[in-house]
């Protein structure tokens, strides 16, 4: 089976490479698609348009933290937007191609890297998305904790008090969320929860059959 993770960016300790490796030593091909080159050599050497991707993702992040001036929302509180992204469903298709990938999984997807909505445009394919967070099942938050409006999103309590900035944020974040359940929808994707804690917490927005509860690979080197 030929795999691409997408995601950020990826260290040696990062559950996806943990994960990409175990699927490496089982005989599967495993490939890269980051926002940030790695340096460790695992990775590294099966990151794919790594140049292009490094310049294109930088784009995308200053454009993330314009908006978040913008935006009013604390500086601590992570909250994501994607609005520079346009162009990662062409090269994911492209790759897609080139490798003959049978599953793309994506991990953590925030700071501007990859929308909810160049997801949906890959409905086609087989998918599977891990909750590392909650980003992508939120209006933009990735950590809501015990927030009253995660359902709906419709009243954020993060939106600016500024009529015209909360109004547009406001659109931003209903766009998310129905973008979100209609990928919940589709047939060919499949969620994963690491933790019981996540799998409950967005299991009212899941179907049971499409969601599953799997732990992070932890690694044998990771025993010693």
């Known amino acids: 089976m030929n795999i691409l993770h997408i995601a950020y960016s990826l260290s040696e300790s990062s559950a996806a490479t943990r994960l990409a490796y175990a699927q490496d030593s089982s005989g599967d091909k495993v490939y890269f698609l980051l926002g940030q080159n790695s340096s460790f050599p695992f990775v590294k050497q099966r990151q794919l348009l790594n140049k292009i991707y490094f310049l294109l993702s930088f784009v995308s992040r200053v454009l993330y933290k314009i908006m978040k001036i913008f935006s009013n929302i604390e500086k601590d509180e992570v909250f994501s937007f994607e609005i520079f992204d346009f162009y990662n ?3 994911v298709k492209k790759l897609v191609k080139q490798y003959n990938i049978d599953v793309i999984h994506f991990h953590w997807c925030g700071a501007g890297f990859f929308s909810l909505r160049s997801i949906n445009n890959l409905k086609d394919y087989k998918i599977v998305i891990t909750f590392h967070d909650y980003h992508l099942a939120t209006g933009g938050c990735h950590i809501p904790m015990g ?5 709906s999103c419709e009243r954020c309590p993060l939106l600016p008090r500024n009529k015209f900035f909360a109004s547009f944020f406001g659109r931003l974040i209903k766009e998310r969320k129905k973008l979100f359940l209609e990928l919940a929808k589709n047939k060919n994707i499949r969620f994963i929860s690491p933790s019981k804690y996540t799998y409950d917490f967005l ?3 899941i179907e049971e059959k499409k969601h599953y509860l799997i732990g992070n690979v932890i690694g044998e080197k990771y025993y010693k």
Do not use: A, D, L, R
Not at 147 to 151: H, P, R
């Open 203 to 205: 299991s009212s927005g």
């Open 89 to 91: 469903p062409f090269f």
């Open 147 to 151: 927030c009253k409006e995660f359902i």
